[in-house]
């Protein structure tokens, strides 16, 4: 039940796929070099395998637990939180004036994977308290952020989001919560939030809780909402913390899995109203949320590969381990560790490339991240952000369903003793079933995807990045390796299965709506199967190029790839099919 | 949380799909009519929704507790059982000198998945007690049959299979468990037995195990391993019960689901030996146990179908009732139930199409089953048998994969909801993944598919199914029907995917057995697609030809089968890529 980060790998992706020398290049990213990266993850690894990693199984056994209004959290949470705090790792991707390290991105996802891998229940707090540094950042006012990102940087306070309310779920619209303006620039928060993670906690002295709301008489519906920073105790002009604030914790849920992240339902206002403060400007409060939830859906992405690399090294660890059966192939009359046996060699290879694909195409977005954010030229970050947005969803969506799959089949290696909750693969089974709810459905990434990312711009971004997909098929076709022979005619088909589609949604959106959403969830899936193919490709390209270097990982590399070509790349056509039949075919819920 | 059963589909597919009037009109089964077969299942259906169905989640809540080598079954399981037992239930299937029913298999399937769907964890009670009686029938001794067998269909007592120890699970080679000869026939078992459902409970009088041992020089391997009937208590000549046996329940499990069917571990011999009888002859245990759970991986199969039905049910339910966004294409300025929603149509009718196509698969099966057993035609007996033998290992494997994707896209449906125990769809999630490993894992099944059911004939009983697939294929093409074109081209393709890999299979296992073996679970699944697609396309033949007698019901059924077409169908050819490819693509664990 040890995790041992996968520096190695996480290290090719970031200088061979994801563009560590180009973010390096940027101003404010010197300090970015190879060189850091590699100390910075080494550490990021000791942390999560020796600190995290041990607390997770037990956590999940004597999961966060409520009591008058409190929260006590697993046993070793908040030893390690203090750890995590004071070795600064909450401010690595934060502006160095706010105390943070100004790492880009692109280093930070890489050390959000171990976290995550090593113990998401843990995790959750800190990628809750990244989302609220982000909204702050961007929409709070100077003197909010002066008075709060700080201490959220250290570790000393942390951040949630506070968005759902029992009717309202996916349907922000459906917000009730009041906010009464005081007259002195304050507001009197008062409604019931639900599922609230880390809502509550003994993690930290305080907790800075960023809630969606409605003013008196603003219009109905999402353009009626705005945000407003409530501290669970008020704080003092100098910093100090002062009365605790009218919001209490009324319970928290039992849930199927992540049992160590308290989810809570929050009462602000039973004594008069909960004191807050408007973030950005009034009714435009979806515009800073959707900033927080950009990232948080990243993050959920990254919590994907997280879990199901988790999973992975688990089930290999018992396959290597557990004798069972002879060999079919005859090459041993005793039984051997199963990891020998072909199936349990496709599950294995499966969980890995799959694994491996999702973080090509996670850490490839963030790079485009950085680049949007930091580079000096406009035009670039212009296109940067189009692909970063368009792949956001994709990360999300495509990842967190991955992982469930991969989680589940790391049950199966197991055999009987997956079902057993003492094993421990169960635990990344229960675990990994949220990562396609929170922060969005699956769904809801694919509406995005078809709406606001491929409608909107005509299929523009989508286009560049099959023209980039084909630039790839044309290396491979150059390459003499047998292995990229291999690999381009499931990427060629990939490819235009997924340029089919784009014209198919392209083409009825506005004439079969309910057809093209309908197909969403496949159009995603579909994209997500080609483009971490194509950073598979990518990456089997570069282990060819730089074989030499580290034979044992490279070749490993281009096995992998392969494997992911023959399983996953292989169903792209299948989920076209899917897409382009949606307008001909009944549905019968 | 309601469970009410498909009575009018189950009977749909029993007179329409899987032959009930052939059956019926075989010697002994004459009074299988569909009348008959009407009744049966209405007055199951009241007993599982009913009964059993309210006792589903409460017991997950409050499962089956061991205290000093007893184990108390959840709240209600008890009065349950009794009324189950009283009304006859267990008995359905088995002849009428033994106490039983002698209704045929095909009648008891759809009681069997009502059963399941009410109530997984009380129904592997059942489950078990009939493989024990099907193993005495066929291989006990005239006393032993004499004595056990009418117990156990009143249900007085119980009956369990004793496969796995701790190093042999998958591996029954690795058995170690000892039986002494004591000299007068009987004989002295000693060992350890994990994972035996219901080893221990208090629902029955006395539980009646059958245990796989060695005797004494006994070959190594499968080929020295008897069966013995070890009961909890021994049984005196007048029936009555005698001194407790030395078999002791050590502990329960704790498990990801099921909780309420309590899993034990049993110690038999620490005081001696428990008396134990032969079944069947000695060193020929395998052959007995096979009967036994060739019946269990049937009814496996069965559970799988029983539990997609189960979420489907809930996650419908839960979408007609949820109001949440406006739809997509403008109809409504509200928020309407999302049921009305695109992406939430996709899933629901997925669910249900892979569950209507898994129970046609199954009770076809259960058809052919009937056939072999009883028909008077000993060619005709033959034929039925093989066909048989080669779909259970795919009603076992692709009816329980399936059921996990079903109980996934059911939390799916719920969004945060489903993530939440109290709402009950995540005990679905839970119970459904163990039915891909029980019984004989998803590869277990794969394996015998090829080997056993596709190889061993030269390929003879798969491409006698596919002749009859282009049948369909036919009659597809020489209707008029619109859905019946639509269903034409994708049956089409995986017919001939199938073909293909059958073909490949064939051609490589003797030279590559590896990767044919490697390639055994996506041949299943694909087998599994293809063959219950090939179901869902005779129901759509069959509903376009009976409409008249019930619009709606066919009119459903009509669209369910094109659900399945664009939804499943069309992933045969992925399925397909993957085992031709096989050969050519490296794996790396």
């Given at each position: 039940m040890t995790y041992q980060a996968p520096v190695k790998d996480m290290l090719f992706v970031l200088n061979h796929l994801a563009g560590l020398p180009e973010v390096a290049a940027l101003p404010g990213f010197e300090e970015a070099t190879p060189d850091t990266a590699q100390a910075v993850l080494e550490e990021s690894a000791r942390f999560a395998g020796d600190v995290l990693a041990p607390l997770n199984h037990p956590a999940d056994l004597e999961p966060s637990a409520w009591?008058?209004?409190?929260?006590?959290?697993?046993?070793?949470?908040?030893?390690?939180f203090r750890q995590y705090a004071e070795a600064g790792w909450q401010g690595m991707t934060h502006p160095v004036e706010y105390g943070g390290q100004g790492l880009p991105g692109l280093i930070g996802s890489p050390c959000s994977e171990m976290l995550n891998a090593a113990n998401l229940s843990f995790a959750l707090c800190p990628l809750l308290t990244n989302g609220a540094i982000e909204?702050?950042?961007?929409?709070?006012?100077?003197?909010?952020?002066?008075?709060?990102?700080?201490?959220?940087?250290?570790?000393?306070w942390t951040g949630t989001m506070n968005l759902t309310e029992p009717q309202a779920g996916s349907d922000l619209a459906m917000i009730r919560s009041r906010a009464q303006p005081v007259g002195d620039g304050t507001y009197r928060i008062s409604g019931t939030k639900i599922f609230i993670t880390y809502g509550e906690h003994d993690l930290a002295e305080n907790i800075v809780h960023l809630v969606l709301a409605r003013l008196p008489d603003a219009p109905e519906g999402v353009k009626g909402i705005s945000l407003f920073l409530v501290p669970k105790f008020l704080v003092n002009?100098?910093?100090?913390?002062?009365?605790?604030?009218?919001?209490?914790?009324?319970?928290?849920?039992?849930?199927?899995?992540i049992?160590?992240?308290?989810?809570?339902?929050?009462?602000?206002?039973?004594?008069?109203?909960?004191?807050?403060?408007?973030?950005?400007?009034?009714?435009?409060?979806?515009?800073?949320?959707?900033?927080?939830?950009?990232?948080?859906?990243?993050a959920v992405g990254v919590q994907g590969i997280a879990i199901a690399d988790r999973a992975y090294?688990?089930?290999?660890?018992?396959?290597?381990?557990?004798?069972?059966s002879r060999p079919v192939d005859g090459s041993s009359r005793d039984a051997v560790p199963i990891i020998q046996h072909?199936?349990?060699?496709?599950?294995?290879?499966?969980?890995?490339?799959?694994?491996?694909?999702?973080?090509?195409?996670?850490?490839?977005?963030?790079?485009?991240?950085?680049?949007?954010?930091?580079?000096p030229d406009g035009e670039a970050r212009k296109r940067h952000l189009a692909v970063q947005e368009f792949l956001v969803p994709i990360v999300k969506g495509w990842c967190t369903e991955m992982s469930i799959d991969v989680a589940s089949l790391g049950v199966q290696v197991h055999g009987g003793m997956g079902f057993i909750e003492e094993t421990g693969a169960a635990q990344y089974y229960r675990d990994a079933r949220i990562l396609t709810i929170y922060e969005g459905t699956t769904a809801i990434q694919a509406?995005?995807?078809?709406?606001r990312k491929t409608l909107r711009d005509g299929g523009a971004v989508a286009r560049a990045l099959l023209a980039e997909v084909r630039q790839t098929e044309e290396a491979l076709e150059a390459s003499a390796h047998p292995a990229a022979s291999l690999m381009l005619a499931p990427l060629r088909r990939a490819g235009s299965a997924l340029s089919d589609a784009v014209d198919f949604i392209l083409a009825n959106a506005a004439s079969h709506p309910n057809a093209v959403f309908g197909a969403a969830v496949p159009y995603l899936l579909l994209a997500g199967t080609t483009l971490a193919g194509w950073q598979m490709a990518r990456a089997l390209l570069s282990s060819v190029a730089h074989r030499g270097d580290d034979p044992a990982f490279h070749d490993a590399k281009i096995a992998t790839a392969q494997c992911y070509a023959l399983h996953k790349l292989s169903q792209a056509p299948g989920l076209a099919a899917v897409v382009l039949g949606a307008k001909d075919y009944a549905v019968q819920p």
């Open positions: 009591h008058d209004g409190a929260v006590a959290t697993a046993p070793g949470f908040k030893q390690a909204a702050l950042m961007t929409a709070g006012s100077p003197e909010l952020r002066k008075r709060y990102i700080g201490p959220m940087i250290t570790g000393q002009e100098d910093g100090t913390l002062g009365a605790r604030n009218d919001v209490q914790c009324v319970s928290i849920e039992h849930k199927l899995g049992k160590a992240s308290p989810t809570a339902t929050l009462q602000f206002g039973d004594a008069g109203g909960a004191l807050g403060y408007l973030v950005g400007q009034e009714n435009r409060g979806l515009d800073a949320m959707f900033i927080m939830m950009n990232a948080a859906r990243y090294q688990h089930a290999l660890a018992y396959a290597a381990e557990r004798v069972q072909p199936d349990v060699r496709r599950m294995l290879g499966t969980m890995r490339a799959l694994t491996e694909a999702g973080r090509a195409l996670a850490y490839v977005t963030a790079g485009h991240a950085d680049l949007a954010h930091a580079s509406n995005d995807l078809v709406g």
